[in-house]
């Protein structure tokens, strides 16, 4: 079978609405999406393999397989996009319109993109014998729970030496990025009449002093993990919203704050949570009140060296230096799968996640080049 045309493919991709939301409402299936990928490259020899996920219905992983053996290189994508609204579109975001020179479209650059461009510099391989294997890996929800590769990380596949995921970054090599941390912060009291404080345990109270020590901690995390790399080179804590008691004359039984951090690599999710819960247990522990932790969202930080293989070959590929971004990927799961990562891609991160977004046609032949020759140094 012959490979259709990037833009083709990519039209048809577009085409396929495949939003991922935790709002149970807003979240469709993936399995269109898999399933043009998955045709493709079988047309093109690859051993597929479609992994349904566990407990989550209409979404799957896909891993695509080129030649035997072990190590080779991973180029990997999501399949999902963020949910949009039509309204504030000029163009139908699930047709893909060309209009000077760049494609209109829900995912053309963040990332259904990607997928023609790795798809079209493999067809180059698919006759040729490979010493190593090239694997395409598609996943599922990256833009919500990144349940697809959580669930490949617990299958511990796929396994190579190297791996690329196609996010936009200008076709800039990126080596880190911050990760994310949202929590929900309870203190429970008790409620009682306003007039004689006696008569309950008002969780406000024990909430004033929540908010001030993480005001304290976060200048604490701010002095100890600086880091000029980033544009925002501090980690931040982010009081998003509270929501306590219901009336002026009641002691307010309950307060909940939600915080979300964004963490520098080498801070850990797990230390920070239990580093949180220590502290304010003592800093309100006078207050005789209850307080629980709920983590509600967590992406790992990611950074690899900037001297790794992967890293120095995309740098002088691309003719850029590595850098970092602020938005997060699926790079630090692929990397605890034995992987160096770097993060490599057309299109600007500028353009998605918003109305019109649109991949600029003049990156598809570099990124396409670059691939290319990244598949023939790993894999022949
Ligand atoms: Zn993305």
């Not at 290189?73 to 000077?100: A, F, K, M, Q, R």
Request: glycine share 8%.
């Amino acid at each position: 079978m012959k490979l259709p045309d990037t833009i083709a493919m990519l039209r048809t991709l577009v085409g396929e609405p495949s939003t991922s939301s935790i709002t149970a409402s807003r979240d469709q299936s993936n399995l269109a999406v898999i399933n043009h990928l998955a045709n493709w490259l079988e047309g093109l020899k690859f051993a597929v393999t479609v992994l349904p996920l566990p407990n989550k219905g209409g979404k799957a992983n896909l891993i695509a397989t080129l030649g035997n053996g072990e190590g080779g290189l991973v180029l990997s994508g999501h399949t999902d996009t963020v949910p949009c609204d039509e309204n504030h579109w000029d163009t139908d975001p699930y047709t893909l319109t060309e209009i000077d020179s760049v494609v209109h479209g829900l995912g053309s650059c963040d990332m259904k993109g990607f997928f023609p461009i790795a798809l079209e510099a493999a067809s180059l391989f698919h006759s040729k014998k490979l010493n190593k294997p090239l694997t395409i890996l598609a996943t599922s929800d990256e833009e919500s729970s990144m349940a697809g590769v959580r669930q490949l990380l617990r299958d511990g596949r796929p396994k190579a030496d190297f791996a690329i995921i196609g996010e936009p970054t200008g076709l800039q090599p990126i080596i880190a990025h911050k990760g994310v941390l949202a929590l929900s912060i309870v203190v429970e009291g008790s409620g009682g009449h306003a007039s004689n404080p006696s008569l309950g345990c008002n969780a406000l109270d024990a909430m004033h002093a929540v908010i001030a020590d993480l005001l304290i901690y976060r200048q604490e995390l701010a002095s100890t993990y600086t880091n000029p790399t980033f544009e925002i080179n501090i980690p931040t804590l982010n009081l998003g919203c509270l929501h306590a008691g219901d009336s002026p004359n009641r002691i307010c039984e309950t307060a909940e704050l939600q915080i979300d951090l964004r963490l520098m690599p080498g801070m850990e999710i797990e230390e920070l949570t239990t580093t949180i819960q220590h502290r304010l247990v003592e800093t309100i522990a006078s207050y005789g009140t209850r307080l629980s932790i709920t983590r509600l969202n967590e992406v790992p930080a990611y950074q690899t060296s900037d001297d790794g293989d992967l890293a120095r070959t995309l740098a002088s590929l691309s003719g850029r230096p590595p850098g970092t971004v602020a938005f997060g990927t699926e790079a630090p799961f692929l990397q605890s799968l034995g992987m160096e990562t770097v993060v490599f891609g057309p299109g600007s991160i500028d353009q998605a996640h918003q109305p019109n977004e649109y991949l600029d046609l003049n990156q598809l032949s570099p990124a396409r080049e670059t691939l290319e020759n990244v598949i023939r140094h790993y894999c022949t």
